[in-house]
């Protein structure tokens, strides 16, 4: 196989692992509003909301310190070089001497967290003291959440397994176990309990389970033994760690943007973490379907050619990868700011989640849509820099992002209240993309980012025409602050999508987008799947 034809290979690979990934995503995540939903119409934003979604971010915060942020992208390019240059029994060796040692590392790290519970929530949710019954609920709720961090962190580990194996559909639908285990713990397990609120924890172990045990088959089936190997001081279990060191301290400085959002937030009014926390919720649809989905699939591509040190290829894929997720942030940004509110409605609006709910949410939300392109991006960069297993450079662009968020958050909490803390993420995001893009430009002469913004530019002369129409069509069907019913909102906003993608993909062929044709060679191999 020629150079060309390895490099329509992995643009291709990219692509149809991308429309896989994002396929099971967008189902996981219509599965998490439909929990989201579920969970605001039973506990809308009250104090037993607040104090469960404090507790659910803890170990979620785990999760993304040492499971995907970490432990994920440090093992894919070791083990994918291991597949590459070595035999396969060789890297399912070392595959299991990590694994051994996560399971350790897991087991005193969930201890540790149940047993000093009351600490993490007096840190994490300063605002709430360090008594009373919000304090209380909290502590009891993070408790019960915690083990969720061993069972999570298992199946990024098999996920970076099967991912460098190219098998992406078994990580991807994953998580719609997660959600339905919630889902069916909230509507069965919650009004037999004194704090009916515990059913939702109850239900992040029991997703954390599920998950477990959709990964394992595919594992074995792929040749991986789940039996021990204890080989602590195995070279490649050590470069792993190596890797994961900066890492960690990189994850550990985007997740302390998120726990310094929550600690302000709490200190607003209440409602003020709820409010955040739908919005950063409907933020996180495209991100997750599109942009994570993007920079999982083309993981594996890049640490290959990295690897091989093809490094024209590999600025090839970087450079597809990106233009596929502006691609489809941009016009999402549109869709967000022009259709928030109707969203929020239709997703949200009932039981105890009032009108007022619903416009503190989308102040959030429009906030946080504004830096949708920023978040996107730097998940394909920091993707390409850990292919190349650079680790320091996104830890030394992650602390100077979160100096910035600092300084906006404090700047803008006053006059915007939320708001202003959704907006200091979106602009010191903003700086950590530019920067990354930046570094990695001098570090490599070969990177040539002005397609990239050529394309950019594609999009937002399309996404402008779209809004422009949708926004006509929105004044003229749906008025804001209209009454109209929650099933006809619900029609008029799938119509509006609907119409909104039509047109954009309509534009977009006529600007003549190569990444329009790749979306639909996509649809085209997964059709004749």
């Known amino acids: 196989m020629g150079n060309s034809d390895n490099l329509l290979y992995e643009r291709q690979s990219v692509s149809r692992a991308a429309g896989t990934v994002g396929f099971f995503t967008f189902l996981s995540r219509i599965l998490g509003l439909v929990r989201d939903m579920v969970i605001a119409r039973f506990f809308g934003t009250g104090m037993a909301a607040d104090a469960f979604f404090v507790a659910f971010r803890i170990p979620n915060l785990l999760r993304r310190l040492f499971a995907e942020g970490s432990l994920t992208i440090a093992f894919i390019p070791v083990f994918t070089e291991y597949l590459s240059q070595r035999t396969k029994s060789e890297a399912f060796q070392m595959a299991r001497a990590v694994m051994t040692l996560l399971l350790l590392i897991l087991g005193l790290i969930t201890v540790a967290g149940i047993l000093f519970s009351p600490l993490i929530v007096r840190i994490q949710a300063f605002g709430f003291g360090g008594q009373g019954p919000k304090y209380e609920l909290t502590v009891l709720l993070t408790r019960v959440t915690f083990p969720y961090i061993f069972f999570i962190s298992l199946v990024a580990l098999y996920m970076g397994i099967l991912n ?25 397990i919650s009004p037999h309990l004194p704090q009916p609120i515990l059913g939702a924890a109850i239900g992040v172990v029991l997703g954390g389970i599920l998950q477990v045990a959709l990964q394992v088959p595919w594992v074995v089936k792929k040749g991986i033994s789940l039996a021990p190997c204890w080989m602590p001081g195995h070279p490649a279990v050590r470069r792993v760690g190596a890797l994961m060191a900066p890492a960690v301290f990189g994850s550990a400085i985007y997740q302390f943007n998120q726990f310094m959002g929550t600690l302000l937030a709490s200190f607003l009014p209440e409602g003020s973490v709820s409010w955040l926390y739908y919005a950063d919720r409907l933020v996180q649809f495209p991100l997750g379907v599109f942009a994570i989905a993007i920079s999982t699939a083309a993981l594996p591509s890049l640490s290959k050619q990295a690897a091989e040190e093809d490094l024209g290829d590999f600025c090839d894929t970087l450079n597809h990868a990106l233009r596929l997720v502006f691609f489809i942030t941009i016009p999402s940004m549109m869709g967000l700011i022009l259709l928030g509110d109707l969203i929020v409605s239709v997703l949200f609006e009932r039981g105890v ?32 820099y850990y292919a190349l297993q650079d680790t320091k450079t996104p830890v030394k662009v992650a602390a100077v992002s979160l100096g910035a968020n600092l300084l906006f958050s404090l700047l803008l909490m006053g006059p915007l209240k939320h708001g202003g803390l959704a907006l200091a993420l979106s602009l010191s995001s903003t700086i950590q993309f530019c920067l990354l893009a930046l570094l990695l430009k001098r570090k490599m002469a070969l990177l040539e980012l002005r397609p990239v913004m050529v394309s950019a530019c594609k999009c937002l002369v399309a996404s402008a025409i779209t809004g422009l129409v949708i926004f006509l069509l929105r004044e003229e069907i749906a008025p804001i602050g209209s009454q109209t019913g929650i099933i006809s909102l619900a029609l008029v906003l799938a119509g509006l999508v609907f119409g909104g993608v039509l047109i954009y993909f309509l534009v977009s062929a006529a600007m003549g987008s190569g990444e329009l044709r790749s979306l639909w060679g996509v649809v085209r191999y997964r059709g004749r799947r």
């Open 164 to 188: 460098s194996l190219r098998h992406f559909a078994a990580p991807a639908a994953a998580p719609i176990l997660l959600n339905v285990g919630m889902i069916l713990s909230v509507l069965w």
């Open 353 to 384: 989640f009032d009108s007022f709910s619903r416009v503190m949410t989308n102040r959030a939300l429009f906030y946080y849509t504004l830096g949708l392109w920023a978040f996107s991006g730097i998940r394909v960069m920091v993707s390409a």
